[in-house]
């Protein structure tokens, strides 16, 4: 079992920036994967970014790969997404997860709420 809490989310104004972090504990291991999501109200849920526990290889969606820069520690087993020029459309709730790959997670965190407003 590996368990996941994520903190950092909260109101800010468009152009603003927001650090999330992302909590492991549990049978973590060093060849896993942690990746971060989000589910705007009313969509399904997107992937946002990922990255290795071993060698930091990232990866980033698309819509966001300009604007947010994933890093980890494994000593520290947290995992940070901090996210820079925040838009509207970026209000969601932010979910971390963990897997033994980039493409596969087994564990979910319960989210937290990012708001921005315009």
């Known amino acids: 079992q590996v368990q996941l809490v994520e903190s950092g989310g909260g109101l800010v104004q468009a152009g603003g920036s927001l650090r999330l972090t992302c909590a492991a504990s549990g049978r973590t291991a060093v060849s896993h994967a942690v990746g971060w999501f989000r589910q705007a109200p009313g969509k399904g849920r997107e992937f946002v970014a990922a990255i290795t526990w071993s060698d930091d290889t990232t990866y980033y969606a698309d819509s966001v790969k300009d604007r947010v820069t994933i890093s980890r520690d494994y000593a520290k087993k947290t995992v940070v997404l901090q996210m820079d020029s925040l838009k509207p459309e970026d209000t969601a709730l932010y979910f971390c997860?963990?897997?033994?790959?980039?493409?596969?997670?087994?564990?979910w965190g319960q989210g937290t709420q990012v708001t921005v407003s315009s």
């Open positions: 997860a963990h897997g033994p790959s980039t493409r596969v997670f087994h564990y």
